[in-house]
T-cell receptor, first 112, second 112 residues
Framework: NAGVMQNPRHLVRRRGQEARLRCSPV?????VYWYRQLPEEGLKFMVY????????ESGMPKERFSAEFPKEGPSILRIQQVVRGDSAAYFC??????????FGPGTRLTVL | EDQVTQSPEALRLQEGESSSLNCSYT??????LFWYRQDPGKGPEFLFT???AGEEKEKERLKATLTKKESFLHITAPKPEDSATYLC?????????????FGQGTRLTINP
C-alpha cells in the first residue's frame, strides 16, 4: 500500500457519537482522496483534498460529514452524530502527481 | 454518468486453471483504467493502469488488456495466493479531481 497510513484501523461508536478518521499520505504526496466501502458494495468516492483545500466533495453526504487536510498533520474525515448506516470501511488514497492512487489499509467503522 | 460493471461476481478455479475477468465501462472520456487487488480486511493494492485501446500490461501471472468498451484481466496458471477480490476502476478526462469510479469487484478463489 505504498506507505499510506490510516488510524485507527477499527473504530466502534454508539449512535450519536462522533467519529474521527485519520490519514497520513505517502511522504511527499499532497493529494488525498477518501472513499467509502459499504458492506457488499463497491468503493465510492467521497472527497478530494489538497493541502488546506477541498477540491471536490461531490461524493460526501451534505450533513454530518466533513474533511480537512491541514498544512501540517494528517487528513481527517469527521462524521458527527453517527448512525448505523455509517458503518463501513473508509479508505484513504494519495498521489503526488500522475494518475495512480495508492490506498491505505482502511478504517473499519462500526456503529452500535 | 460514468459506470463500471465487473463480471463474474465470483469465480472459483483450480490451481493452474487459466481464466479471464471482465470489466465493462462507460465513461465520458477515458483518462485511465485501473486494476487493483484487494485482500480481505486490507486496502486495494495497485496492479495496472491502461490508457488506450490496444494497450496491454503484464505482471507475473496477470495480464491486463483494454478495448474501447472493456478491459480483461487474464490470469494464467493461477496459484492459491492469487485468491483475492480484483477491482476495476475508471478515471474520466472531464474535471480535475481524477476520482476513481469502481466496479463491484470479482471475488477470485483458487483451490489447490
Amino acid at each position: 500500500n505504498a506507505g499510506v497510513m490510516q488510524n485507527p484501523r477499527h473504530l466502534v461508536r454508539r449512535r450519536g457519537q462522533e467519529a474521527r478518521l485519520r490519514c497520513s499520505p505517502v511522504k511527499g504526496h499532497s493529494h488525498v482522496y477518501w472513499y467509502r466501502q459499504l458492506p457488499e458494495e463497491g468503493l465510492k468516492f467521497m472527497v478530494y483534498l489538497q493541502k488546506e483545500n477541498i477540491i471536490d466533495e461531490s461524493g460526501m453526504p451534505k450533513e454530518r460529514f466533513s474533511a480537512e487536510f491541514p498544512k501540517e498533520g494528517p487528513s481527517i474525515l469527521r462524521i458527527q452524530q453517527v448512525v448505523r448506516g455509517d458503518s463501513a470501511a473508509y479508505f484513504c488514497a494519495s498521489l503526488r502527481g500522475g494518475d495512480t492512487q495508492y490506498f491505505g489499509p482502511g478504517t473499519r467503522l462500526t456503529v452500535l | 454518468e460514468d459506470q463500471v460493471t465487473q463480471s463474474p461476481e465470483a469465480l472459483r478455479l483450480q490451481e493452474g486453471e487459466s481464466s479471464s475477468l471482465n470489466c465493462s465501462y462507460t465513461v465520458s472520456g477515458l483518462r485511465g483504467l485501473f486494476w487493483y487487488r484487494q485482500d480481505p480486511g486490507k486496502g486495494p493494492e495497485f496492479l495496472f493502469t491502461l490508457y488506450s485501446a490496444g494497450e496491454e500490461k503484464e505482471k507475473e501471472r496477470l495480464k491486463a488488456t483494454l478495448t474501447k468498451k472493456e478491459s480483461f484481466l487474464h490470469i494464467t496458471a493461477p496459484k492459491p495466493e492469487d485468491s483475492a477480490t480484483y477491482l476495476c476502476a475508471v478515471q474520466a478526462v472531464s474535471g480535475g479531481a481524477q476520482k476513481l469510479v469502481f466496479g463491484q469487484g470479482t471475488r477470485l478463489t483458487i483451490n489447490p
